[in-house]
């Protein structure tokens, strides 16, 4: 735990010194699948966005939509087919420890315990075991695990699964969190719950965040800024709204329902 | 096995979802009527194996089928003999030590190899595309069919049965220990990639803990194959082991001693397999139990 | 547009490897037989073998029959006892899923009998049935009436639960839920079973012409080993898993397309 707070926190003081570079720069991305080894598919078109140092960003999009392939082209699991990634200026080749995913199905290590999946990051790092145990168990309990450190995947219900992959990405210190649907699998109220309890988390460990949802409601709730994606393939970029409403926000907020309002609006016009 | 969780009593944060995700199992007490004593299960499991014995004892006792079928109490009475008795030099135990002797050993051997080599085919496109071939030659061949060969190699000693067992066993331990890590996620590997792990890390942490489960499958069929091997060699050649016995049974026209072999090998399958379980469960604590038979 | 087609080269060498595996396994076959490394008494040369499947194409010495005799007798053996085990254990291991005075009675004698491996049996079947066909079939019924039993009992127990609710709801009866709830969702497991089944079938047929045949495929097997000739043991161990994998094959192909057609 001392180590990620060390490094982010001396790289919010060099931030502050060149506010204006941005903290991921993605430079005209385009990607194409060629699928069962015959048929090309055209995911992503000319994507171009920059996120700023702890920003909370949100990419909007139907489902199909080339999201969650933005999000791996970002993380270093796929190379995009033309374009750059831009990560503190440095170009994007390789997944790396300074950027944390979570992933929509959550993706735990099913033959290990909270406290075994929360502690790979570190123990792959090389991190000593009482010095991994204590940063797992920060994170366990910033995600309100604690008593269940050494329960298995399958006991656990969506929600705290999900949780244990928020606390696996955080406790292997990364600048940025890409976050795929976290919550998409989730009933309505554990999902507003889990919003809730990301924005706590984000409040209290401030990191870059995308964030890929399909879901109005929660990009606003979350967003400092949100992308969306058209709705068909090849994925473009359809429009960015700046979200400047106070937090914590209420879903019934005039405000909040108007922006809700004009989303939902320009959104349809794309599908 | 079932989702047992605590509440967390002072989390502060995590109360409200963590309390609505549990759910619990309640127990209701039902009153005990005559028609819920009939139909609940584990009665009948007793009605049907008493039923079972009785019919069996008096179809036996009759000459329905001429004295080819002994009876129970005639069975448990030979089986009590064969205890101290001893037939071709060995009392009963001493039968069962050979072929479960045999079992272990080719069983051992076969898993040692084969489990390492279908994980580095899985694991290795050029290894695969390299024993693959040859070896999808092999697989569709009957262990059975190995006897004739092997005692054409090894005469009728203990080397030729190890090796029937070994070539019986060998093919479901590699086939699926390979496709245990055919199936895996391949997501789960982006994880340890995205956590900063290499491609070592991505074996040791996702491929083989991901493949137990797999591979205990397939232990299980090779130990039930690895039975029916060494059965066949010890009926068609062998001078112990509780083949031999059946073998000899059906040579003296002794039904009693056919069919209590049958019953010696099936308890003693049983219980083999049962240890493979034992060890599946200290290996692999994790995995939940699914819907089996 | 989004979709277009492209075509992508495997690499040459993962193409060649197979090929070049499969050839050097042959001819080192063929090769440690005619130097002699491994005597011709143990081992028969790929091309003795050859030479023997020309020969028993016609000639009906000296085992008595001609290869296809042979295989007839084991085909009809394996598939008797195959269609018997599917007619007896689908409906059973269905009806035991379902109802609960079935499963009560019959799970404990199919659990004392299932890990009794099928070929123990050839004594009790040589008293009972003499060393007709009956016997082995009787063998082969076994080896294809477990995984029939499992899986149709499994497929049954995998039914949704909340349709079966909701079928409660709608007041149907036990036996109108059995037939037109449980049996289609357990139909997919059912499919499993026929192919599990045959191929246990095919592979007890061996076991059961063990001792006591005087014609097939596993009896052709033994003959070559009374017989000390290597090449008819090999001939009747590559004749029935061509079989088998042809079986294996017809199977895996027929599922598709029938799975196919029911997830539509
Ligand atoms: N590895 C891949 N190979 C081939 N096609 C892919 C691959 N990953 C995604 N796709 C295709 O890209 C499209 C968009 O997928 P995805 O990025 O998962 O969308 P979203 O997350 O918005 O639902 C899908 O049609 C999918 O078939
Ligand atoms: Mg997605």
Redesign the interface.
């Known amino acids: 735990m001392k180590s990620a707070d060390y490094a982010s926190s001396q790289y919010i003081c060099l931030e502050r010194d060149n506010m204006n570079t941005p903290k991921i720069v993605c430079q005209n991305i385009s990607k194409i699948f060629i699928q069962k080894g015959t048929q090309r598919v055209h995911v992503l078109q000319d994507i171009s966005l920059e996120v700023r140092d702890n920003e909370f960003l949100v990419i909007l999009g139907p489902g199909q939509c080339g999201k969650s392939t933005l999000l791996?082209i970002i993380?270093?699991?796929e190379t995009p087919s033309e374009g750059t990634v831009l990560l503190d200026g440095q170009t994007v080749t390789?997944?790396?420890?300074d950027?944390?995913?979570v992933?929509q199905?959550y993706?735990l290590?099913?033959?290990?315990?909270v406290m075994g999946n929360v502690e790979?990051?570190p123990k792959?790092?090389g991190v000593p075991k009482a010095e991994r145990r204590k940063i797992a168990q920060h994170y366990i309990n910033l995600?309100?695990?604690?008593?269940?450190e050494n329960?298995?995947?399958?006991?656990?219900?969506?929600?705290?699964k999900q949780?244990v992959g928020i606390a696996?990405?955080y406790a292997?210190g990364p600048q940025v969190m890409l976050l795929d649907e976290p919550f998409g699998q989730l009933d309505a109220?554990?999902r507003i719950?889990?919003e809730q309890?990301t924005e706590?988390i984000w409040q209290t460990e401030k990191r870059t965040v995308l964030f890929v949802t399909n879901n109005i409601d929660e990009a606003i709730f979350l967003a400092d800024r949100i992308v969306s994606l058209e709705g068909k393939l090849p994925g473009r970029m359809a429009s960015v709204y700046d979200i400047d409403l106070p937090r914590p926000r209420e879903h019934t907020d005039m405000k909040f329902l108007h922006l809700r309002q004009m989303i939902t609006d320009a959104s349809t016009l794309t599908l | 096995m079932s989702?047992?969780?605590?509440q967390?009593t002072n989390?502060?944060?995590?109360?409200?979802?963590?309390a609505?995700?549990?759910?619990e199992a309640v127990g209701e007490k039902k009153p005990m009527t005559i028609y819920r004593v009939i139909?609940?299960?584990?009665?009948?499991?007793c009605?049907?194996?008493v039923t079972?014995l009785l019919v069996w004892q008096v179809i036996g006792q009759s000459d329905m089928?001429k004295g080819?079928l002994a009876s129970p109490v005639q069975v448990v009475l030979r089986f009590d003999r064969m205890l101290t008795d001893t037939l071709a030099g060995l009392t009963l135990w001493g039968h069962i030590w050979a072929s479960t002797s045999r079992v272990l050993i080719g069983f051992a051997l076969a898993s040692a190899f084969a489990i390492p080599i279908g994980l580095f085919m899985a694991l290795n496109?050029?290894v695969d595309?390299?024993?693959?071939?040859?070896f999808d030659?092999?697989?569709?061949?009957?262990?059975?069919?190995?006897?004739?060969?092997a005692?054409?190699?090894f005469g009728i000693g203990e080397p030729s049965k190890i090796f029937i067992i070994v070539i019986g066993t060998f093919v479901p331990c590699l086939l699926n220990a390979y496709t245990g890590i055919r199936l895996i996620?391949p997501?789960?590997y982006?994880?340890?990639?995205?956590?900063?792990?290499n491609r070592r890390?991505e074996i040791i942490?996702?491929s083989f803990?991901?493949s137990?489960p797999a591979i205990f499958a397939g232990l299980q069929i090779s130990l039930?194959n690895a039975?029916?091997c060494v059965?066949?060699a010890e009926?068609?050649a062998s001078r112990s082991g509780l083949?031999f016995i059946?073998?000899q049974?059906?040579k003296m026209?002794d039904?009693s001693l056919?069919?209590g072999?049958?019953v010696i090998?099936?308890?003693v399958?049983?219980t083999t397999?049962l240890l493979v379980i034992i060890l599946e469960k200290l290996v692999?604590?994790?995995k939940?139990k699914l819907?089996?038979? | 547009m989004a979709y277009e087609s492209v075509k992508v080269e495997k690499p040459l060498?993962?193409i060649l490897?197979?090929?070049?595996?499969?050839f050097t396994?042959f001819s080192a076959w063929e090769l440690i037989v005619d130097t002699g490394i491994v005597p011709s008494?143990?081992?028969a040369a790929p091309s003795a073998v050859i030479k023997l499947f020309l020969i028993k194409l016609t000639d009906p010495n000296p085992d008595g029959a001609i290869l296809a005799a042979h295989a007839w007798t084991s085909g009809k053996e394996a598939f008797i006892g195959y269609l018997l085990s599917l007619a007896f254990g689908l409906p059973l291991g269905l009806l035991m899923g379902w109802f609960?005075?079935v499963?009560?009675?019959?799970?404990?004698?199919f659990e004392?009998?299932r890990?009794?491996?099928?070929?123990?049996?050839?004594?009790?079947t040589?008293?009972?049935f003499g060393i007709g066909i009956e016997g082995k079939v009787f063998i082969i019924w076994l080896g294809g009436v477990v995984p029939c039993v499992?899986n149709a009992?499994?497929g049954v127990?995998?039914t949704n639960p909340t349709l079966i609710q909701m079928a409660r709801t709608y007041g149907a009866s036990d036996w109108q839920i059995f037939v037109q709830l449980c049996i289609p969702s357990a139909l997919p497991m059912v499919f499993g079973a026929l192919q599990i089944a045959l191929v246990c079938c095919?592979?007890?047929?061996?076991?059961a012409e063990?001792?006591a045949a005087d014609q097939g495929l596993?009896y052709l097997?033994?003959m070559?080993?009374r017989l000390?000739l290597?090449d008819m043991?090999?001939l009747?161990?590559v004749c029935?898993?061509?079989v088998?994998?042809v079986i294996?094959y017809a199977i895996e192909r027929l599922e598709c397309r029938l799975l196919a057609g029911i997830r539509r």
């Open positions: 791996r993380a270093g699991l390789k997944p790396g420890p950027r944390g995913l992933f199905s993706m290590f099913a033959w290990r315990t790979m990051g792959l790092n995600v309100g695990l604690q008593k269940f329960h298995y995947p399958h006991q656990l219900s969506g929600g705290m949780r696996r990405a292997n109220q554990t719950f889990m309890e706590r | 989702a047992m969780i605590k967390p989390s502060g944060t995590g109360d409200r979802a963590i609505n995700e549990v759910q139909t609940n299960e584990y009665f009948l499991y009605v049907s194996t079972f089928f080819a496109p050029y595309a390299i024993i693959k071939p040859v030659i092999f697989k569709p061949m009957p262990p059975i069919a190995w006897v004739s060969i005692i054409l190699w996620e997501e789960l982006d994880v340890v990639k995205v956590l900063g792990g890390d942490q996702v803990p991901a137990f039930s039975w029916t059965l066949a009926l068609v083949g059946i073998v049974g059906m026209s039904t056919v069919i072999g049958m090998i099936a308890i399958a049983w397999s692999c604590p994790w939940r819907e089996g038979f | 060498s993962l490897l197979p090929i070049l595996s499969v396994f008494t143990m081992l609960t005075v499963r009560g009675l019959a799970r404990p004698i004392l009998i890990p009794i491996p099928p070929i123990a049996w050839i004594p009790l040589i008293f009972w499992i009992f499994v127990r995998m095919w592979v007890n047929l061996v076991g063990l001792l596993g097997i033994s070559g080993r000390a290597p043991v090999v009747g161990m029935v898993g061509f088998g994998a294996g």
